[in-house]
């Protein structure tokens, strides 16, 4: 049998909520929403015209196609920066 590869990643707040709400409305486990946006996403990417896209337009056309409340994706995949202190002299 042929071993798995283990794939991690740190997730911001905004991706956290929206797995958590899917898991719960869905029933599923974290691995299966996983699996379905990358089964989704690389649908998507195969398309002959997706394929010709950079990146930028390949992005800019999936956000065009988000419902009206539903962030950006730096929103959903960068999370906000908190200020560093000055440190005590």
């Known amino acids: 049998m042929a071993t798995r590869q283990s794939i991690t990643f740190r997730c911001t707040r905004e991706m956290?909520?929206?797995?958590?709400k899917l898991m719960k409305e869905r029933?599923?486990?974290c691995t299966s929403i996983i699996k379905l946006?990358?089964?989704?996403l690389s649908s998507h990417m195969s398309?002959?015209?997706v394929r010709k896209q950079g990146i930028s337009e390949v992005l800019a056309g999936i956000e065009a196609k988000r419902p009206a409340?539903?962030?950006s994706f730096a929103t959903f995949a960068v999370e906000p920066?908190?200020?560093l202190r000055r440190r005590p002299k």
Do not use: N
């Open 27 to 29: 029933r599923l486990d």
């Open 37 to 40: 946006a990358l089964y989704m």
């Open 16 to 20: 956290d909520k929206r797995i958590t």
């Open 47 to 49: 398309r002959p015209a």
């Open 81 to 83: 920066k908190t200020p």
């Open 69 to 71: 409340r539903f962030p």
